[in-house]
């Protein structure tokens, strides 16, 4: 899957212009939020956001700045998950879920040592994510994949849970986001 695909599957799931009351993120258009579109040099009416700057602004912000590429040479559909997954949350929250997910599944530092739960993809998650699929394999990614949905899953209830304006939203989350 390209990252192209990615982003195409991701703007159709979000859809055009929402200003949901809700929404403590505000206006969004094809899921860019309003304060995103404006730190990426976006000025204009967020309804009229065009669709190739918001294409733009995933791949260079929750795509390439986020380091999921780089997962995507070793776990193509582990960077998928993590992408959608920073589309939503975050991409710092997104590099967190796989970093504490390898942390988990080291077993108890065997594999691969500990690595900082900083949210960022560098060379220690990277080695990290190495080493645990030439242990574990290909059924490694489906691992991974299945943790970061745990997490996420956990991280929506509570969301839900803290806020119950969330709960206008935590149906649609579990459905669209958690596999």
Not at 119 to 132: E, Y
Request: neutral net charge; contains cysteine; aromatic residues 8%.
């Amino acid at each position: 899957m390209t990252i192209q695909t990615l982003i195409d599957d991701v703007i159709d799931r979000e859809g055009g212009y929402v200003d949901h009351p809700a929404d403590r993120g505000g206006p969004t258009c094809w899921g860019i939020s309003v304060a995103v579109a404006r730190a990426n040099g976006y000025h204009g009416a967020m309804r009229d956001l065009p669709r190739a700057i918001a294409a733009a602004i995933y791949e260079r912000v929750y795509w390439r700045g986020a380091g999921f590429d780089k997962i995507a040479e070793r776990a193509p559909a582990l960077a998928a998950e993590l992408f959608d997954t920073g589309v939503n949350m975050g991409t710092a929250t997104a590099a967190r879920f796989l970093q504490r997910a390898l942390n988990a599944l080291n077993r108890n530092g065997r594999d691969y040592a500990d690595i900082a739960a900083d949210q960022r993809i560098g060379t220690a998650t990277l080695a990290a994510l190495d080493a645990f699929l030439a242990t574990r394999g290909p059924a490694g990614e489906r691992v991974l994949i299945k943790a970061v949905d745990a997490l996420q899953g956990e991280r929506y209830l509570a969301l839900a849970e803290r806020r119950p304006a969330d709960e206008a939203f935590l149906y649609g989350w579990l459905a669209a986001r958690v596999a």
